[in-house]
């Protein structure tokens, strides 16, 4: 992996997620580049150009001038997260970039190998539930893998794979051991989510297989139960773990940050969610 992008709202910045991202880089020898993302419109409706149909939360014809308190937060903001990451072993780039910011994280992404992003990333005005319009848009529409980041981070001790037998989780247990093979040495734990009364999946031993080729201990637990909850509550209490699923937007994904838990999944879980889509 060569390029990281982090995502971050210019007027609000996440010491947290840059802790994190700062990690990511160090662990594989990436370059961090920071998105600051400047929403410079505000007022009127405006036609969302990533999701065809729909409305983007409050928006004008009119822009905000990149002059006085808003620009002196942003370059300020700009300067801690330079600070931050030099002070942390990690050279940054930044990108600033002005307009929608849904639109201009994902025509980023397309040049990334990831995307970070803190799940409470918000640009609109008043309570949002949690994931956001922005954070749910991001993980629907991105061409490169993104990890939702983790409230407070220590270390990464053990991998969790989120396994259904589907394409789209075999695909993101690939693409995050193609990004990471600096982890290879770590516990890994395949957690095969399913409904009651169905059976277990049929091809353990190939999963199994392919995994030992690239890492050293794997573990597998079973959950019969709806995938969402039981997922939900094997994570709980778990500390220092990495959790990989597959395509949000279908399926157990999005089940699992149903309004009822996200925000608990934010605030409890606190473990960084690595969501990949083909």
Known sequence: MEKILLALDA??????????????????????????????????????????????????????????????????NIRLFKEVCLCRGVEPLIHRDRGV??????????????????????????????????????????????????????????????????RSSVFAIKQFTYLFPELKQKKVTIVNVRSAGEHAIEEPFKMKEWLKNHYGEVEFAVLAGDPADELFGYLLNRKNGFVIMGAYGRGMVSRFFKPSHARLIVKTVNLPIFIAHH
């Open 11 to 76: 007027q609000n910045l996440n010491i947290n997620s840059i802790d994190f991202a700062c990690y990511l880089a160090k662990l594989t020898h990436s370059r961090l580049t920071g998105i600051f993302l400047e929403n410079l419109l505000y007022g009127e409706k405006v036609f969302n150009p990533v999701m065809t149909g729909a409305a983007y939360p409050p928006v004008s014809l009119v822009t905000v001038q990149d002059t006085g308190p808003a620009k002196d937060l942003t370059e300020e």
């Open 101 to 166: 910011p849904v639109k201009e994280i994902i025509e980023e992404s397309r040049f990334a190998d990831l995307i970070i992003v803190d799940p409470e990333t918000s640009f609109t005005r008043g309570n949002e539930s949690l994931p956001g319009r922005f954070v749910k848009d991001v993980l629907l529409e991105a061409e490169c893998p993104v990890i939702l980041s983790p409230y407070s981070f220590e270390s990464i001790d053990e991998i969790i794979f989120s396994y259904n037998g589907t």
